[in-house]
Nanobody, 118 residues
């Protein structure tokens, strides 16, 4: 069983930055990603990175967020710049299973709250 532990959330003002970290208890060979869920909304993919470093972003965060991973440290990061009020959500770290983020073998962190005041 792999554990994912997120950190770095908090309360910031619009325009400011935050960096989220997700430390895995073991090496992750599949893609990893960050999802978020705002109150009353479905969980959505924010950013994804493969083990080789290929990335994918939601249109709403392109140009503002950067995902990266350090395989030696079993850690994935999400650098969030120019935060907006609509970025407010609980952010979850995900390690994909063989068939995607919701497949058998996928793991989730407990979530970290990001609140952006306008």
């Amino acid at each position: 069983q792999v554990q994912l532990v997120e950190s770095g959330g908090g309360l910031v003002q619009a325009g400011e930055s935050l960096r989220l970290s997700c430390a895995a208890s073991a090496r992750i060979f599949n893609a990893m990603g960050w999802f978020r869920q705002a109150p009353g909304k479905q969980r959505e993919l924010v950013a994804r990175i493969t083990s080789g470093g290929d990335t994918k972003y939601a249109d709403s965060v392109k140009g503002r967020f950067t995902i990266s991973r350090d395989n030696a440290k079993n850690t994935v990061y999400l650098q969030m710049n120019t935060l907006k009020f609509e970025d407010t959500a609980v952010y979850y770290c995900n390690a994909e299973g063989a068939r995607g983020p919701y497949a058998i073998g996928a793991y989730w962190g407990q979530g970290t709250q990001v609140t952006v005041s306008s």
